[in-house]
Nanobody, 117 residues
Framework: QVQLVESGGGLVQPGGSLRLSCTASGSIFSLNTMGWYRQAPGKQRDLVAGIGSGGNTNYADSVKGRFTISRDNAKNTVYLQMNSLKPEDTAVYYC???????????WGQGTQVTVSS
């Protein structure tokens, strides 16, 4: 099994920044996609940003230009730099890793991000 541990969530004012981190442990395959999803109360869990093994990224339209996803393969860690935060960014953010070779994915426990004045 793979364990994902997130950190960096918290309370921030609109316009502020947070940096989320997620470290994977266990059996890590080299070919993988790591990403961040978020889920607000009463809403569906949606992809925020993803990054492949080769560094290719994709973002939800709502966060383009504000969020940046990156990864450190040596540390098995993915980051999400969140700038210019808006109240609508408030959600539980979940780290995800997906392995194409095994057709399996794993989820972190989630970290709360609250954007409020």
């Amino acid at each position: 099994q793979v364990q994902l541990v997130e950190s960096g969530g918290g309370l921030v004012q609109p316009g502020g920044s947070l940096r989320l981190s997620c470290t994977a442990s266990g059996s890590i395959f080299s070919l993988n996609t790591m990403g961040w999803y978020r889920q607000a109360p009463g809403k569906q869990r949606d992809l925020v940003a993803g990054i492949g093994s080769g560094g290719n990224t994709n973002y939800a339209d709502s966060v383009k230009g504000r969020f940046t996803i990156s990864r450190d393969n040596a540390k098995n860690t993915v980051y999400l730099q969140m700038n210019s935060l808006k109240p609508e960014d408030t959600a539980v953010y979940y780290c995800n890793i997906r392995y194409a070779v095994t057709n399996r994915q794993y989820w972190g426990q989630g970290t709360q991000v609250t954007v409020s004045s």
